[in-house]
């Protein structure tokens, strides 16, 4: 079996309330895939102000690739605000 040359990946992003669809290459880093969704989302924003979460867990390594980090095609990742803000 060989492996898939570009997965579909979707990326819930906090503070956005929507989901962006890439599609992405395995190798991608994660953090690669945090900045292309934040700029989908918003046009600009600082990615350091987001953590990444994958099947509920904080992804600690943004440097990890997604083959790395087993990300299967039509998986989710979450980004989530990484301080928590005031309600306004």
Do not use: C, N
Not at 17 to 46: C, H, M, N, Y
């Amino acid at each position: 079996m060989t492996a898939k040359s570009e997965l579909t990946v979707r990326v819930w992003v906090e503070g956005a309330w929507d989901t962006v669809s890439l599609t992405v290459a395995p190798d991608w880093q994660v953090g690669r895939v945090k900045a292309e969704a934040i700029e989908a989302a918003f046009g600009s924003s600082d990615p350091a102000d987001y953590q990444v979460k994958f099947h509920g867990a904080r992804v600690l390594d943004e440097k990890a690739s997604l083959a790395e980090m087993k990300v299967a095609d039509s998986a989710t990742l979450t980004l989530l605000w990484a301080r928590r803000r005031p309600i306004r």
